[in-house]
């Protein structure tokens, strides 16, 4: 059997399930050399690691403490996966990973500005997207932009 981007992309994903985010990256480095183009796919899923990775991470720094996450700069992996292809254009699925990331860190203006952006490129959010911007404006007490977003749900 000859390796292709799908089986690739499984074994990224596999790593990253475990934590393994080192060994995912050298797969993914293995499948740039041997001249097979990562996808949409590919890099959402590496991406998704690294961002469970860093919010693993920053949670752990705080255990026993009563703060939340502190924010974190997500603008490193969104120019890493623009770098990984300049085709490479993000889907659905790949804004909400770092909307989802954003609200998790407390980088709410920055989830809106991903979710903004989207809708501007012609992309309809799913409903992932939408719980993850819910939730987290029902966490932070913020009943206008709930009403809002529903709003938008139902207008669909």
Same mark, same amino acid.
């Not at 981007?5 to 293995?30: E, H, K, P, W």
């Not at 097979?36 to 990775?53: A, M, Q, S």
């Not at 991903?114 to 911007?133: N, S, W």
């Given at each position: 059997?000859? @390796?292709? $981007?799908?089986?690739?992309?499984?074994?990224?994903?596999?790593? &990253?399930?475990?934590? &393994?985010?080192?060994?995912?990256?050298?797969?993914?480095?293995?499948?740039?050399?041997? %001249?097979?183009? @990562?996808?949409?796919?590919?890099?959402?899923?590496?991406?998704?690691?690294?961002?469970?990775?860093?919010?693993?991470?920053?949670?752990?720094?705080? &255990?026993?403490?009563?703060?939340?996450?502190?924010?974190?700069?997500?603008? @490193?992996?969104?120019?890493?996966?623009?770098?990984?292809?300049?085709?490479?254009?993000?889907? $659905?699925? &790949?804004?909400? $990973?770092?909307?989802?990331?954003?609200?998790?860190?407390?980088?709410?203006?920055?989830?809106?500005?991903?979710?903004?952006?989207?809708?501007?490129?012609?992309?309809?959010?799913?409903?992932?997207?939408?719980?993850?911007?819910?939730?987290?404006?029902? %966490?932070?007490?913020?009943?206008?932009?709930?009403?809002?977003?529903?709003?938008?749900?139902?207008?669909?």
């Amino acid at each position: 059997m000859t @390796p292709d $981007v799908i089986s690739y992309t499984m074994m990224i994903n596999g790593y &990253c399930r475990v934590n &393994c985010l080192r060994q995912a990256r050298v797969i993914f480095n293995d499948m740039k050399e041997r %001249g097979i183009k @990562p996808d949409v796919i590919t890099c959402t899923v590496l991406l998704n690691g690294r961002l469970k990775e860093n919010l693993k991470r920053a949670r752990s720094l705080q &255990c026993g403490k009563e703060r939340e996450v502190e924010k974190i700069d997500h603008s @490193p992996f969104w120019n890493e996966l623009n770098d990984m292809g300049k085709e490479i254009e993000p889907d $659905v699925y &790949c804004y909400t $990973v770092l909307i989802d990331s954003h609200c998790k860190t407390n980088n709410f203006q920055d989830a809106i500005d991903l979710y903004d952006e989207m809708i501007a490129r012609g992309l309809q959010p799913d409903i992932v997207t939408y719980t993850a911007l819910l939730s987290s404006c029902w %966490g932070r007490g913020d009943g206008y932009r709930v009403i809002t977003l529903v709003d938008e749900i139902l207008k669909g």
